[in-house]
């Protein structure tokens, strides 16, 4: 079955250092990936998106994620991270009949 | 530039009612995609409508089924509710470019939190 795994349930890091969300997939054919964000009792936004092209992939608010098709990764990162960037942080992709599946989400707490 | 809305915000509703909820995609945009998540879980996709016929189905009861309109906005019913409906319900819209639903990015509305007692 195709998937997308977030193997952490919860990122911890202190304001100003570098953070990492982790995403794996398992899907047939070239992966499309995406990164949204969900804030408390809202939808979800649109981070940033992997078709094709370069592995690193700069999206929106500093993020950027890095493809890579050996690992089947496509992690997100952000420099020096910001208490406002705590959220709930949702990999997914288009599986091979172009549903969008989502991994089960990373909630990032940036402690100040 | 308006995003995707969605009402009502919250609704509460018994087992075995009735509960439709309502979508406007973002302008330009003439697919809808509906996604259903429960509390601490990824958001699961139920179907997609384009051109007013549902495209795309995830597995999900036929308690489940929709209408998309002229103006592309969209409708999710659900029948005979279930205690395990409740949820938030996100309403998606992009732009078709294929058949198959091509690979454009998906914009979520802020969502109807339904609860079933």
């Known amino acids: 079955a195709q998937s997308v795994a977030q193997p952490e349930d919860q990122v911890n890091v202190a304001e100003g250092n570098p953070l990492t969300v982790k995403c794996t997939y398992s899907?047939?054919?070239?992966?499309?990936l995406f990164w949204y964000v969900q804030y408390p009792n809202r939808g979800l936004q649109f981070l940033l998106k992997y078709i094709t092209g370069d592995n690193l992939v700069k999206g929106s608010y500093g993020f950027e994620a890095e493809f890579n098709k050996s690992q089947t990764s496509f992690h997100l990162k952000k420099p020096s991270a910001l208490v406002s960037d705590s959220a709930l942080y949702f990999c997914a992709s288009w599986d091979s009949s172009y549903k969008l599946i989502f991994g089960s989400g990373t909630r990032l707490l940036v402690r100040p | 530039d308006a995003g995707v809305t969605q009402s009502p915000t919250h609704l509460i509703k018994t087992r075995g009612q009735q509960v439709t909820l309502r979508c406007s995609p973002k302008?330009?945009?003439?697919?809808v995609s509906w996604y259903q998540q429960a509390l601490g879980q990824g958001p699961q996709f139920i179907f997609q409508y384009y051109e007013e016929e549902e495209r795309q189905r995830g597995n999900f009861p036929d308690r489940f089924s929709g209408h998309q309109f002229p103006n592309y906005s969209s409708e999710l019913n659900v029948n005979a509710l279930l205690l395990g409906d409740s949820a938030l319900y996100l309403c998606a819209s992009s732009l078709g470019t294929s058949s198959s639903g091509g690979t454009d990015t998906q914009y979520f509305g802020p969502g109807t939190r339904l609860t079933v007692l």
């Open positions: 302008s330009g945009h003439d697919t």
């Open positions: 899907v047939s054919g070239n992966p499309y």
